[in-house]
């Protein structure tokens, strides 16, 4: 199998990954913080690391705001539900935003009564910014922002919006879902007031960990509530961090891989941008020679994640990507990603695209198979 399906969840993982998950299953077992024994101490030992690897990589300065959920969407859920609103707050995104964003954006204008406005981007950053400017009003208080679109890997200037952002004091919420692990990001350093990330795609940990990193001066209250290990003579949830956001077990198993992880991505935090990059080139260069493909994002020469979208004339993605399966056993996503927003402007709502992932655990030959199987597939639609 040629895995190129990286966006959704990397494989396969670095086997300290797997080293580390089984230790902490088969070793160690016990829940953090949820007793003063050896097992115990050592599942907390885990975790508080983790925290601190977090919050060292991604510019986050106290790892007490380091935040663990299940997977990035709660995460996002947490920083968007969890701030204060009110019946008339503003809210900007961005028309790449994914559902994890979108849908609780949606559910707060139900709620509350907020207003949301989403932001075209077409690859044109000074355009992309004169608008969200052209956005922004008295009631502004949050621009939440996908890092790089999980449909065609275009990356916005994310600087540039935190500039924006803190020129007019709004409250900043990014999706690093695609981008961590593939381009470096420092809260501290570009201004960012909260970053949520998954453990499995880019950092190339495992499923079932999420992490909400939150700036100091930023308060948020809990969408969960429930046992927190500490605290437990009051009816009411904590108000310290992080225990105020983490309710219930901690996926210890989980965040000793993510851990693991984060360890692997730091001694090798520079290597993989040009590897990428040359893959990206190869198969965009490639699918262009094609006869009857459309390819959507950036150009060959801009910069963009190792995601690329296509099409083959008008047949349905979701059939091409059943042939990549079943006859070559490549493996893509087709669809809508769960970003209608997206599609959209792509005008690919109908016929979704195929989305082609990858990373530097990747190769050239795999490339060149996956154009090999393109070329094949569309010669024999062309002779039917």
Partial sequence: MIYLDQAASSFPKPPEVGEAMLHALNEIGANPGRGGHVHAREASKIIQ?????????FGCEDPKRVVFFQNATIALNQAIKGLEWRKGDHIIATYMEHNAVRRPLEHLKKKY?????????????????????????SQTKLIAVTHASNVTGAIIPLNEVIKVAKKHRIITLVDASQTAGHIPI??????VDMLAFPGHKGILGPQGTGVLLVAQHLDLHPIHHGGTGSYSESPDQPEVWPEKLESGTLNTPGIAGLLAALQVYERKIHDNVSRETLLANKLLDGLNSIE??????????????????????GIDAQEIAIVLDTHYQIAVRAGLHCNPLAHETLGTTEQGVVRVSFNATNTEEEIEAFLTAIEEITMAYEGM
């Fill in 292 to 313: 009857g493909i459309t390819c959507y994002g950036p150009l060959i020469e801009d910069v963009r994640l190792p995601i690329i979208a296509f099409n083959v004339n």
């Fill in 186 to 191: 420092s809260m501290k350093a570009q201004g």
């Fill in 113 to 137: 009564g907020v207003t949301v406005s989403y932001v075209r981007f077409d690859g044109d950053d000074d355009a992309f910014i004169h608008a969200m400017k052209d956005t922004i009003c």
């Fill in 49 to 57: 690391e983790a925290r601190e690897k977090a919050a060292q990589l």
